[in-house]
Nanobody, 118 residues
Framework: VQLQASGGGLVQPGGSLRLSCAYS????????IGWWRQAPGKEREWVSC???????DYSNSATGRFSIPRDNAKNTVYLQMNSLKPEDTAVYYC?????????????WGKGTQVTVSS
């Protein structure tokens, strides 16, 4: 299983950004894929999860602003982030696990930096 997150960058407050998590070696029918983030000096924080049954979950900070669309043809899950705030600044990671989204995920991709600043 391999995961590769990309799409980070610098965006102004209120703007949008779409992160991509390209995956291989797994099927979404068997694995959950989630997004985490880690800001400087803070612990890694769960953001969102697409479970193997297709259900979607979001953290309180992500609810109403973020979504997790997918593109089966490209083997990619996205994190669409809207109404971004400076506190969303972090390194974002995607991860996968057959048991669902939890504290310990079996597979992690390298992170992508998101900076929200004017």
């Amino acid at each position: 299983v391999q995961l590769q997150a990309s799409g980070g960058g610098l965006v102004q407050p209120g703007g949008s950004l779409r992160l991509s998590c390209a995956y291989s070696g797994l099927t979404l029918e068997d694995f959950a894929i989630g997004w985490w983030r880690q800001a400087p000096g803070k612990e890694r924080e769960w953001v969102s999860c697409r479970s193997s049954d297709g259900s979607l979950d979001y953290s309180n900070s992500a609810t109403g602003r973020f979504s997790i669309p997918r593109d089966n043809a490209k083997n990619t899950v996205y994190l669409q982030m809207n109404s971004l705030k400076p506190e969303d600044t972090a390194v974002y990671y995607c991860a996968a696990d057959m048991s669902g989204c939890g504290i310990s995920m079996d597979y992690w991709g390298k992170g992508t930096q998101v900076t929200v600043s004017s």
